[in-house]
């Protein structure tokens, strides 16, 4: 049980980050490589804020949410905009130099010990089979409250109707007079608040560190890609599938007799992508840049 | 009557290669132009300057006296331009409602607000085409020929006034071509201004007071459809010249 509710809490995380990121490649066909940093960015920007300036949590929380929005409003706009008309594999390359130049600056900015935005002790409560934190308890609330949201938005609200048109045909959607280039942005920065929002819970639940960033955004990106390209549902489902076999993985004792040591839990989201790639190269929902 | 759009010396090259040169031409308010010519002579580029995707060369294009040559597609629709797509611009995943409603979203407030009650025009629109009582499917469910008719009907009702119609018999059956001819006609009784861009030159006889013919980027023939039929460079142009002349 204890396995079940550690792979909600992970998939909740996971599915924030790779809910956005996947939002980002329905709309633009683009990948981001520089999300895991992100991620990152919100966390330190928040512990920062609440353990450097001595601010209060309920303002530390805004300002690292605040520092992710505009950080993906930079990596639109200096990033991804001037390249991705051009050639819709060259953000690859330019958002891979961001994010090494964000791992340069976060260690310079932050320093290389992990960090945590909470010195407090943490009220856990005992249900028996499982434990479960306030804080995390917030995770899996929130994320629960946002995929609700953001899936009324989508359906039953202008914005959301204009989201799905720009995906499933972009030309068709400019020559009707949406504002495309503007959705791109809003978009991209959308998702860089939900992944500055999963990094402040990194750094509320545990510890931030600079490492973190990689294989952040190999789990993002291998739930997208499981999950069928473009498919936003597909990915979160696959945040969920991943955080759970990882458990699984490193939580059993295989065979009664020995475990899987935790250092192999990373690996977990890259023998995932190869096993659905080899089975459903489309990936396990269906794949396309359409939000249905 | 006035000149609703206005081409001048466009000329657009991409690669190093021509695609348009020195295309220049009126197009009065309420008036029906076929365009043209062989596959490659620049009619779909020539569209797609016209609706913005790409910026011609050298050149210009005023519409309603306004130079529209660098504005971005989405401030042309707005601008009264709308375009009909060779292969369905349609959102097939969107219900035949949210198709229209989109489009009608989409228009400045101000207008939007003229229209009234957006939901009784999204009804009457899919009326006007017979597909009111499909309203809740997905748009991916009709055929060619109604999908057509759906994003003709769509461009009409979101108040457009300049119609940019990329091969609207393409990919729709024979009994639908005859519809989508008829809602032709409907847009010009209603004082719309259409360029269509087609393969089926009878269909452009039927319906185009002048026709534009472009061979590698350039226009060749301009005039009525029956003054242009007669003219031994269209042959020349489609089937190549006769070489026992």
């Known amino acids: 049980m204890q396995l079940l509710v550690n792979a909600l809490i992970a998939g909740s995380l996971a599915a924030l980050i790779a809910g956005g990121l996947s939002l980002v490649f329905g709309i633009l066909g683009v990948y981001n490589l520089a999300l895991g940093q992100t991620v990152l960015v919100g966390g330190f920007a928040a512990w920062w804020l609440r353990q450097v300036a001595g601010l209060p949590l309920a303002l530390a929380i805004p300002g690292g949410i605040v520092a992710g929005a505009l950080l993906s409003w930079l990596t639109f706009d200096v990033f991804i905009r001037p390249f991705y008309r051009r050639h819709i594999r060259l953000p690859l390359v330019t958002t891979i130099a961001l994010g090494m130049i964000l791992d340069g600056l976060i260690i310079l900015l932050f320093g290389e010990r992990p960090r945590a935005i909470l010195r407090e002790t943490k009220r856990v409560f005992d249900a028996g089979a499982f434990q479960i934190s306030l804080e995390q308890m917030m995770l899996i609330g929130f994320t629960l409250l946002i995929l609700a949201l953001f899936g009324w938005t989508l359906h039953h609200t202008a914005f959301g109707r204009r989201l799905r048109a720009v995906a499933q045909h972009d030309h068709a959607a400019l020559s009707v007079g949406v504002d495309a280039p503007r959705l791109h942005r809003l978009i991209v920065v959308l998702s860089g608040t939900l992944a500055a929002c999963g990094g402040i819970f990194i750094g509320i639940d545990q510890n931030l560190s600079p490492t973190l960033a990689f294989p952040l955004t190999i789990k993002a990106y291998a739930a997208v890609i499981a999950g069928g390209l473009g498919n936003v549902w597909g990915a979160i489902a696959c945040a969920f599938l991943i955080a759970l076999l990882e458990q699984l993985t490193v939580g059993i004792r295989w065979f009664g007799r020995f475990y899987v040591p935790a250092g192999y839990q990373a690996t977990i989201p890259l023998l995932f992508i190869i096993f659905i790639l080899l089975i459903k190269p489309s990936g396990l929902f269906q794949s396309g840049r359409r939000l249905g | ?245």
């Not at chain 2, 466009?10 to 040169?21: A, E, M, P, T």
């Not at chain 2, 957006?118 to 899919?126: A, C, K, Q, S």
Request: charged content about 25%; some cysteine; glycine content about 10%.
């Open chain 2, 1 to 245: 009557m006035s000149a609703i759009l206005t081409l001048s010396r466009v000329s657009l090259s991409l690669n190093g290669q021509h695609i348009l040169r020195d295309v220049s031409f009126d197009v009065a308010e309420g008036e029906v132009i076929g365009v043209i010519g062989p596959n490659g002579s620049g009619k779909t580029t020539l569209f797609n300057v016209l609706s913005g995707f790409l910026k011609p060369t050298s050149g210009t294009v005023r519409f309603r006296d306004q130079d529209i040559t660098n504005l971005a597609p989405a401030r042309r629709a707005q601008c009264g331009i709308g375009r009909v797509f060779q292969n369905f611009g349609i959102f097939r995943e969107m219900t035949l409602e949210e198709n229209v409603l989109v489009a009608l979203e989409a228009l400045p407030r101000e207008q939007r607000r003229a229209l009234g009650n957006l939901n009784d025009l999204v009804r009457g629109t899919l009326n006007m085409v017979g597909l009111l009582d499909r309203a809740r499917e997905k748009a991916g469910s009709l055929s060619g020929g109604q999908m057509r008719l759906l994003e003709i009907a769509r461009t009409l009702r979101s108040g457009k006034s300049l119609f940019l119609l990329d091969e609207p018999t393409a990919g729709v059956s024979p009994k639908m071509t005859s519809q989508v001819a008829d809602l032709i006609r409907e847009l010009k009784a209603e004082g719309k201004t259409v360029l269509i861009v087609e393969h089926d030159l009878p269909f452009i006889s039927r319906i185009c007071d002048r026709v534009i013919v472009l061979d590698v980027g350039e226009i060749v023939l301009r005039g009525t459809p029956k003054e242009v039929k007669g003219e031994r460079k269209l042959q020349e142009i489609y089937f190549g010249a006769d070489p026992t002349d």
